[in-house]
């Protein structure tokens, strides 16, 4: 089992920047890959970032050049750092987890709001 838990959420003008946190815990050496997901009201979840245990990023687009997703191995901890945020980065956004046995794990979610 792995708990996640997020923080850094709020709200924030375009043009400014928020951190968000994902600490795991449990059996955090089982993960794989970590990751953001979002979901706007009336949209699907998508995938913002993920990065694996070998510390490769992967960016949606959208988000090239902006996010940057970074993780501490020995905290267990992935950060997203989110700069130039727009009002359409406003979502929900949820950590997730993937491990080596092939389970996933999301956390509850925390609320970004970017106002224009």
């Known amino acids: 089992q792995v708990r996640l838990v997020e923080s850094g959420g709020g709200l924030v003008q375009a043009g400014g920047s928020l951190r968000l946190s994902c600490a795991a815990s449990g059996s955090p050496f089982s993960i794989n890959t970590m990751g953001w997901y979002r979901q706007a009201p009336g949209k699907q979840r998508e995938l913002v970032t993920s990065i694996t245990s070998g510390a490769m990023p992967n960016y949606a687009d959208s988000v090239k050049g902006r996010f940057t997703i970074s993780r501490d191995n020995a905290k267990n901890t992935v950060y997203l750092q989110m700069n130039s945020l727009k009002p359409e980065d406003t979502a929900v956004y949820y950590c997730?987890?993937?491990?080596?046995?092939?389970?996933?794990?999301w956390g509850q979610g925390t609320q970004v709001t970017v106002s224009s």
């Open positions: 997730h987890a993937y491990t080596t046995s092939g389970r996933n794990y």
